[in-house]
């Protein structure tokens, strides 16, 4: 391939590297003429074999002597009072570092910053803009070559473990990646591999969902993350490329959240795959707790919002349900028997299928350990009636004793209705749950009674606060236990 063809330089350029190489002479004036005894030079790689490296320093030693036109230091050379030696010694030819491969997106960035530089260039009429200057990348501008598995020679111990072991040491401790990063090229280059992989630990600790707007594809997602993993987590979020169609980034929010956590937020276009694919990367395989925000349970059942989830394992569902009918009841019980769920948290209003709703619990009860069932007020019904899931009048401790029968062994009520459970009931329930043993959990709005109660017999704690209008029956192990514990 022929040279490129010379360009006239302009006198502005002319002008830099006439003052760049005046410097560079005053600096080796000062350098040589101090009390130093050494000199070190960083820069030169080695060649390709000792031999050739040695005669290459050699030349660059002689260059730099010639140039600082010091009499004495010639002399000195001459006489072979100056000498030059490697550190580290014997080491391998050639880099051991590279750029990275950029991603497309990056790619793009990078196309964009060069004509940029370009242009001011020439509108300056010097060399001043690089691409540096106009473009700033997400990602690590430098890794470990590749071939570290042949250089196990130059690695420390730590550095010679395989793949899969430092990956494992990443599990345990995952808020300790940028101190692996820092400990050597090698593990900076295994902890990236790592981020860019399947999500083998639970990461998140929740995350949400709601619409963004009348276009059904929009969704709100935000995600809680440990403060312990958010290093981990933003890691991922740079290495994993984003897909074109997603043009907005994940933000990290510092308001409203709790001390332990930071709160991430995305608003994203659901209606196509590689949005989908890139978060369910981020998401891993394991969500703590999954709520859906509003009152619309379509939110849920979008199609896309199932793609995401999909083959996930939650915790933790929560969702509000305006009227709950026969076919959405039904979707219910799918999607937590899909999702592997523990706990399940329901806002409801209204049932439509109030002739099924009692059943409908029991299935609940025998899918998930632990239940809280938030009743909203509906209007037309009064605040002390006997309601509750859309029955009025209904035997609820005959229906909380069948459920506790079940899977279930934790149970919270939060009802606008708190007449739902009466005296009768109470006292059927404080008779009949000490037969279950530990199983029991129970903690609902309650005005059964007029004055305080608080006793433990055969193993139940039973416990009315008069104030509060609150009754809580436990097995005597479990009063300290918490409901999301």
């Given amino acids: 391939m022929d040279p490129p063809p010379p360009v006239l330089a302009t006198q502005e350029s002319v002008d830099v590297l006439t003052k760049l190489v005046k410097s560079l002479h005053v600096k080796l004036d000062k350098l040589f003429s101090s009390s130093a005894t050494r000199v070190v030079l960083v820069g030169s790689t080695e060649k390709d074999t000792p031999e050739e490296t040695s005669k290459n320093d050699e030349e660059v ?142 990461i998140l600790d929740r995350v949400g969902i709601s619409r963004s707007n009348s276009i059904n594809t929009r969704m709100w997602v935000w995600m809680y993350v440990p403060k312990r993993l958010s290093t981990l987590f933003e890691l991922r979020l740079i290495v994993r490329e984003r897909p074109p169609t997603m043009t907005r980034t994940i933000k990290r929010l510092f308001h409203e959240v709790p001390f332990h956590l930071y709160r991430y937020e995305l608003d994203a276009n659901m209606d196509g795959s590689p949005t989908i694919d890139y978060l369910r990367g981020i998401f891993g395989n394991h969500l703590g707790y999954f709520w859906v925000n509003g009152p619309s349970y379509n939110n849920l059942m979008s199609p896309y919002v199932i793609r995401l989830l999909d083959g996930m394992k939650i915790r933790r569902l929560e969702m509000m349900i305006d009227d709950l009918s026969e076919e959405i009841a039904s979707q219910i019980l799918e999607r937590i028997k899909k999702h592997a769920c523990e706990q399940l948290i329901l806002t409801i209003r209204n049932v439509a299928a109030s002739k099924n709703a009692v059943q409908f619990l029991h299935d609940l009860s025998s899918a998930v350990r632990s239940i809280r069932i938030i009743q909203s007020e509906v209007a037309g019904i009064s605040e002390d009636a006997n309601f509750l899931f859309g029955i009025q009048d209904g035997d609820w401790a005959r229906v909380i004793l069948e459920m506790f029968s079940r899977k279930v062994d934790k149970l919270l009520i939060d009802t606008h209705y708190k007449g739902y459970l009466t005296k009768g009931g109470v006292d059927f329930l404080r008779e009949k749950l000490p037969s279950l043993g530990e199983k029991v959990w129970f903690d609902t709005d309650c005005i059964a009674y007029e004055n305080d109660m608080n006793y433990v017999r055969d193993g139940l704690s039973v416990a009315f606060d008069a104030d509060d209008q609150r009754l809580r029956m436990k097995n005597s192990s479990r009063t300290e236990e918490l409901f999301r514990s």
């Avoid at 391998?92 to 990275?100: E, I």
């Avoid at 793949?163 to 990443?170: A, F, N, S």
């Avoid at 995952?174 to 630990?201: D, F, G, H, K």
């Fill in 61 to 202: 030693l002689r260059t730099i002597i010639e140039t600082t036109k010091d009499k004495d230091l010639k002399e000195a050379y001459a006489a072979g009072t100056i000498t030059h030696a490697r550190f580290p010694a014997n080491n391998p030819p050639g880099p051991r570092f590279f750029k990275r491969d950029l991603m497309p997106s990056e790619l793009e960035q990078e196309r964009s910053a060069r004509m940029e530089a370009r242009k001011k260039n020439f509108t300056a009429g010097c060399l001043r803009w690089g691409v540096r200057d106009c473009c700033s990348m997400e990602a690590p501008a430098i890794k470990l070559s590749p071939n570290v598995d042949q250089e196990m020679d130059t690695l420390s111990p730590i550095e010679r473990l395989p793949r899969e072991l430092v990956w494992k040491i990443i599990d345990f401790v995952p808020e300790a990646v940028l101190n692996l990063m820092a400990t050597s090229p090698a593990l900076q280059w295994r902890v990236l591999e790592y981020a860019r992989q399947p999500l083998t630990i639970p």
